[in-house]
């Protein structure tokens, strides 16, 4: 997925992500307007796009507990035997971002974020990430130049290669983003100084669909 502030803030992950670069603009300069109008900077403000939605590769690592705080819902699947995990994470909003899948099929590759459609890469195949929907949520705190981007939306597998020929469904997807920017004279700027992004997702696959799994994978 793909959104994030210029210069790449991705979730859109992408160089080419208008979609969040614009809504983080959006948020800095909303509260760049709030603060010379006399309102607290202190407030926070919030920009909503509604386009495409953000890449798939969301976030790496546990989030801890100010992340959670930020976080509209937890990510809590329900285990199943036809539910594959994903969990991606990534520093930098233009990708490539970590990818690790868990369920039906174990493993752990790399994720290219794209305007819609991300790929996903491993050693032994790979498979495409369909997330065109969804709508972004940004905040920009002017006071502390801190934001926030969040997205939850439908996701689709596709188009599988090698071992993952048979991976195939649809599940839902819960993208955070913190980035911070640097601060000059007049405030906030668009420049990033620190990005982080997670995304989990659950994937329901059809009987069959495991079955061709199971097979590809030996």
Known sequence: MNLAPRPRPRRQYMPSRPVLAAAVSAAIL????AAAAGTSSA???TARATTPALPMSAGPWSPGPGWAESAPESWTPTRSARAEYFHVASTAPSGP??????GVVDAGGAEHPGQAIDNATFADGGFRIDHSAGHPSVRFNA?????TISQTGPFSVLDGTGRFSGLAGSGTYVFHALYT?????RGCTNVLTGYIETIDGTLTLSPSAVRAVEAAAG
């Open 97 to 102: 971002g970590t990818i690790i899948i868990t």
């Open 43 to 45: 407030q926070t403000t």
């Open 143 to 147: 006071d502390t130049c801190v934001g």
């Open 30 to 33: 909303g509260a760049a307007i």
């Open 181 to 185: 920017t640097t601060r000059d004279a």
